[in-house]
């Protein structure tokens, strides 16, 4: 595939330079010019107004695989200590929707020590077969061991799509995986919808601190990869019922393992890790001094919510970066967001726009947050935050 | 102890405004920059330098452009830059991109580390690290915040997770990335500035790297971008008016509908 202009056609009105998302297109001589970074999304062939600018479909991947050779959905369900993670249930839940468009049956990929037991689990919530691997070995996240499983099942059982968290885990080992099976891997997606006929995964991801959506395909290549961000998904619902198969899988690759965890440390100081939960109630610079942030934390524990914070807060020291919401911290989408005396620097909004309700806290009245909030609060939230406590414990009695 | 940083040239977002009217990003005057993330992973191949002695190589891929962001690299205090470039690597996705990579820095070889940022910036995959140590075949740690020790090619660090951090060992060579709590990068200084002025930077092309065409740049990319698109427009906006107390007030009852409190 590429894009081109056409010279002749070309009227040099600069339409496609500002629609280009990646800044790929510059002006040589009056006319477009494509240069290297274009990734042929084009975004600028809908532009043109003078369709000046073609896509062509020449197909050039050499290693083009037989894709009919790929069947099922798979998920990787993640486990913590053996409790299931809950994006585990989601990616079931979106797995189950695709499986069935595709009349496919739905697997899981279940890796970690003394966990058997809980593979049932994952057939009531829509699973079809479970692969299981417990082992000693296992108990403790690597990045060897686990991509060592799944790309041993996956070679061997050849499913069309696998899907796994967006998490610290998803996020590490899916891409090792992805490389050694030479295909198409898509990051943090927040949709995903399946072609009936052809299988083709259309994955829709924010990119640009989610100021533009990107759909991506993996045409030629098979399984087709895919992290899924937490909180986007629906969970499945639980049918203790559902009948299933649970494979039990040797872990036999032990000798490849080049890296161990010598400890586990818990160390989120609250109850709830920001990317699990489901109201954030998050400080910046306004909140004044390291003290303000009980304001934060008395609102969370009273909404049975996460305390967030962004990078100003957390460069002033007034809590530790596991806290960080935003471009260089955790990106999050809890069903409620709080943000209080945050002006809502687009690094801050990347990691928070996505919640399903915002509410803005803000003295002046200009800035950017409230372009996201849902309800924005012009005030000072050292004022606005005991009230708000004091009438929220109210009607939680 | 011999160090490869990976870097990218990105947009400074930072100065990146969108239009809210067509939802597009402003890119007029946008700075390139080293990818931030990639700064902390400078400044730890230079602090591991300090104490084990050896040479900080910077390697990335990208246009012929790309060479200042190396040459910002060295004004830190890398010793050698390398740029992979080659008009065959255009269009690359994160496999592709991780194959030209590793083929480069297999060329450059000798090393005993290497260490990325967390992510890049502009599309945030954090897929790159983790694709490279496999195809060079050498261990991978993602997240690290914490060099604890190197010693008989073996180094162990602390890894951030989502409910905490892991103490994990590694043999070496391996790959690493590193986030922002690791440490503060240092400023250039006035010595790496006159150094990096001078530099002539090592290109390789995809002929230098042995690369093979049909695995480099969009032909070799398994994944394509079939759309762009803004996202739809938020739900309604609403600036609250009245006393705090009222503003409170109706928050809260909108809340209480919508069974969030």
């Known amino acids: ?397 | 102890m011999n160090i490869i940083v990976c870097i990218k040239q990105v947009p400074d977002t930072s100065e990146v405004k969108i239009n809210r009217e067509t939802n597009t990003l402003i890119r007029e005057g946008v700075p390139s920059i080293i990818n931030p993330f990639d700064l902390y992973a400078i400044e730890e191949a230079l602090r591991l330098r300090e104490q084990h002695g050896g040479r900080v190589t910077a390697v990335t891929m990208g246009p012929p452009q790309a060479a200042e962001a190396l040459k910002d690299a060295v004004a830190m205090g890398v010793d050698d830059a390398v740029l992979i470039s080659d008009r065959a690597f255009a269009g690359a996705d994160t496999w592709a991109t991780s194959y030209a990579l590793a083929k480069g820095i297999k060329k450059v070889g000798n090393f005993d580390l290497v260490i990325a940022g967390k992510q890049a910036i502009d599309g945030d995959t954090a897929q790159v690290g983790p694709e490279t140590a496999e195809m060079l075949g050498i261990p991978f740690i993602a997240y690290i915040r914490k060099i604890e020790q190197v010693k008989d090619n073996a180094m162990v660090a602390e890894r951030m997770m989502d409910e905490g951090y892991d103490v994990v060992e590694t043999r070496l060579p391996a790959l690493i990335t590193v986030v922002k709590e690791i440490n503060q990068p240092r400023l250039p200084s006035l010595k790496g500035k006159m150094k990096a002025k001078g530099l002539k930077v090592t290109t390789l092309s995809c002929k230098d790297i042995t690369g093979d065409e049909n695995q480099c740049g969009l032909k070799g990319s398994p994944t394509k971008v079939v759309k762009i698109f803004p996202p739809a427009p938020r739900g309604q906006r609403e600036i609250l008016s009245g006393t705090i107390e009222e503003q409170i007030g109706f928050v809260a009852k909108k809340l209480k509908e919508q069974a969030l409190i």
């Open chain 1, 1 to 397: 595939m590429s894009v081109q202009v056409i010279p002749d056609k070309c009227t040099g009105c600069e339409t496609c330079v500002s629609a280009c998302p990646f800044g790929a297109i510059e002006m040589r001589d009056g006319k477009a010019f494509i240069t290297e970074a274009c990734t042929v999304c084009g975004a600028c062939v809908e532009a043109c107004e003078s369709k000046a600018i073609e896509k062509t479909e020449e197909e050039g991947t050499a290693a083009a695989k037989d894709l009919s050779a790929y069947q099922g959905v798979w998920v990787f369900a993640e486990q913590h200590k053996g409790g299931i993670s809950s994006v585990s249930f989601e990616l079931l839940g979106e797995g189950r929707k695709l499986a069935d468009k595709r009349k496919a049956k739905l697997s899981a990929v279940f890796i970690g020590h003394g966990i058997k037991d809980k593979a049932k689990e994952l057939i009531a919530h829509g699973a079809d077969i479970v692969y299981v691997a417990d082992d000693p070995a296992l108990k403790d996240f690597n990045d060897d061991s686990y991509s060592a499983v799944l790309t041993t099942l996956a070679a061997l059982h050849k499913p069309e799509i696998i899907l796994a968290g967006a998490t610290a885990i998803g996020r590490s080992f899916f891409p090792k995986v992805a490389a050694k099976l030479y295909t198409g891997l898509t990051a943090d997606c927040t949709v995903l919808d399946i072609d009936p006929e052809t299988g083709n995964l259309h994955q829709t991801r924010p990119a640009f601190g989610g100021n533009i959506l990107a759909t991506i395909v993996t045409p030629h290549h098979r399984p087709q990869m895919a992290t899924v961000r937490h909180k986007v998904m629906k969970k499945a619902e639980r049918n203790a019922s559902r009948k299933g198969d649970i494979v039990e899988v040797k872990f036999t690759t032990a000798g490849d393992v080049r890296t161990r965890v010598l400890k586990t440390v818990e160390e989120v100081s609250e109850t709830v890790n920001i990317s699990e939960a489901d109201i954030i109630v998050a400080g910046g610079r306004g909140m004044g001094t390291a003290k303000n942030f009980h304001l934060l934390e008395e609102l969370a524990k009273t909404l049975g919510g996460a305390v967030g914070a962004t990078r100003g807060a957390v460069d002033e020291g007034w809590i530790p970066y596991s806290h960080q919401v935003g471009q260089t911290g955790k990106t999050v989408c809890p069903k409620l967001y709080i943000a209080a005396g945050i002006s809502g620097a687009i690094q801050h909004l990347a990691g928070m726009q996505s919640s399903d309700v915002i509410i803005a806290i803000n003295k002046d009245p200009n800035a950017p947050i409230f372009s996201v909030a849902t309800y924005g609060i012009v005030g000072d939230a050292l004022e606005v935050l005991p009230l708000m406590i004091r009438k929220f414990k109210e009607i939680r009695g």
